[in-house]
């Protein structure tokens, strides 16, 4: 089923209902179908989200590093079972912008191209004769595969950088999911390219997509 399709339905795994009541007072400027996000003054937003692999990519040096963990609680009030008991972690971030029409377009192209090369790398690691490996140990290989695709074939594109971080990231743990899409790429006031929530948690993306086929 679609995203958009499933986030219509469950409108999001945090619900304003789930918010601490010192926080209501803020306004709402996000939200998503793993988050909410509230506007905490001029410069920052903070981030509700049930969605670990968001907390790790925002706060780790392996990744983007450009939030801080406030707090985590439960609220155990989602009338969705699958998510009721997650935990809530509140994440402050700087406040990034949307991308300009112009240059969403190009990002969208590169992003294509990225794709494109991520699904039909060759698997160096299924060559006749080579013994089978498990998938959570191919999906490492691959990530980090194509972190070196990234570093050799687009070093000439001015944010390449964030993008192998990314599948270095990847390569690291198999509860992550690639979630990258123009709508999770923003910039910041200087027009610094920001790849904000390229990674979906494993459990979230199961509640989002269903179980995967056998």
Not at 31 to 40: A, D, F, N, P, W
Not at 63 to 76: C, I, T
Request: include cysteine; aromatic fraction near 10%; charged fraction near 20%.
């Amino acid at each position: 089923m679609p995203l958009v399709s499933v986030a219509t339905q469950i409108r999001s795994a945090v619900h304003l209902s789930e918010i601490p009541a010192e926080y209501r007072h803020l306004p709402v400027v996000g939200r998503g179908t793993t988050s909410c996000v509230l506007q905490e003054d001029a410069d920052h937003v903070l981030v509700f989200t049930k969605d670990a692999a968001k907390v790790v990519w925002l706060t780790h040096p392996l990744g983007l590093r450009v939030g801080k963990v406030v707090s985590e609680f439960r609220a155990n009030t989602h009338r969705k079972v699958a998510v009721r008991d997650l935990p809530i972690t509140v994440v402050r971030v700087p406040i990034f912008h949307k991308l300009p029409a112009a240059k969403q377009r190009q990002v969208r192209e590169f992003l294509d191209q990225l794709y494109d090369d991520f699904y039909t790398q060759p698997a160096q690691w299924e060559k006749p004769g080579h013994p089978s490996l498990p998938s959570s140990v191919t999906q490492r290989i691959a990530a980090w595969q194509m972190a070196q695709t990234v570093r050799t074939k687009y070093h000439n594109w001015p944010w390449w950088k964030q993008f192998y971080k990314l599948f270095l990231f990847l390569s690291q743990n198999t509860e992550w999911e690639l979630d990258l899409h123009t709508a999770n790429i923003m910039q910041t006031s200087t027009g610094d390219l920001v790849v904000i929530d390229p990674v979906l948690s494993t459990t979230m993306h199961t509640f989002i997509y269903g179980a995967p086929s056998p």
